[in-house]
Structure formats: structure tokens, C-alpha cells
């Protein structure tokens, strides 16, 4: 369960996302539907959120969002370029003008000395503005990293969102 601040968040950034004109989907590895989930806690929801896509595996990042799997064995999945083409994707398949992905080790075992517990990559795409990408390493359990992770998601989308006229996401 998420904490109150944070379904606050949500409320907040639907306001703004309806009164650009703005949909959002998602894709999400580390979070597991968290952002999606509190977003759609929100009543009238879904006027906004187009969809979500919980990609936990390289698979599903592939076969839901269109991440080429070159790029994931390559680089993992865990990594600025695997997030911000699954941001695109999400946004892409779904008809959204912004797509959100998260990606990360949420813990409490997978962290390597170049890729710790609490490392998360958040992806932004907005249709006519280069995806944008920030790197964050969250202290905490496992539900702290995620709970930090949709936070951070929003204030990103918020952020993004902000700079964008009403009506005006093409």
C-alpha cells in the first residue's frame, strides 16, 4: 500500500495532466504497477491514464512495449536507455502524449557493486520533446525504493507536465 502523500501526489498530477490535456501510460519493472495503481486510486482516472504495462521481465519489456532486446542484453535492463525506451514504448502503444517507465533493483538481493539495491532509472516521454531520464539510488527496504520511485515518477511527469501549454501536447 502506498502512503497517503503519495495518492496526494497522484491527485495533484491528474489536476494538472486534465487541465493540459495531457494522457499517460505507463511501464513499469521495479514498481510493479505501483504508479498506475495510484494513479487510478484517483476518481476520473481514467479520462487521463490510457493504460500501464507492468513489464517485470526483459520478455514483457520486448513483447509489451517494444524494447529492442539487443539494447536490454547489451546494457541490462536496469539502465537509462532500457527506461527511456520503455517510457517511449509505453507512450507509443498506447495513443498516450507521455508515457512514465521505471526500472530498478528494488532489493533486498540483486545489487552488484555497479548496479546496488536502491538504484532505479525513471523515464519520461512527452510526444515533441526529447525523452527525458534520472538516475536515482533510493535508501531503504524494498517498499521504501518503491514508494520513492512513484514519487519521483510524478514529480517528474508534474515537472514535464508544468512547462507544457493547455492543449498544446502535439
Known amino acids: 500500500m502506498l502512503p497517503p502523500e503519495i495518492l496526494e501526489q497522484a491527485e495533484l498530477l491528474l489536476q494538472i495532466l486534465q487541465s493540459r490535456g495531457i494522457t499517460l501510460a505507463t511501464a513499469e519493472s521495479c514498481t510493479g ?4 495503481a495510484a494513479v487510478t486510486a484517483v476518481p476520473g482516472s481514467s479520462a487521463t491514464l490510457l493504460g500501464g504495462y507492468v513489464t517485470y521481465s526483459n520478455e514483457a519489456k ?9 539494447l536490454i542484453a547489451r546494457l541490462g535492463a536496469v539502465s537509462g536507455e532500457v527506461a527511456a525506451a520503455m517510457a517511449e514504448g509505453a507512450a507509443r502503444e498506447s495513443g498516450a502524449t507521455m508515457g512514465i517507465s521505471t526500472t530498478g533493483i528494488a532489493g533486498p538481493g540483486g545489487g552488484t557493486d555497479t548496479k546496488p539495491v536502491g538504484l532505479v532509472y525513471i523515464g ?20 521504501a525504493v518503491r514508494a520513492a520511485t512513484v514519487a519521483t515518477a510524478f514529480r517528474m ?9 493547455p492543449g498544446k501536447t502535439h
Open 62 to 70: 520486448a513483447k509489451s512495449v517494444g524494447v529492442d532486446p539487443a
Open 157 to 165: 511527469a508534474a515537472e514535464e507536465a508544468a512547462v507544457t501549454s
Open 33 to 36: 504497477g505501483l504508479v498506475a
Open 124 to 143: 519520461l516521454a512527452m510526444a515533441g520533446r526529447p525523452t527525458r531520464v534520472e538516475r536515482h539510488v533510493f535508501p531503504g527496504d524494498r517498499t
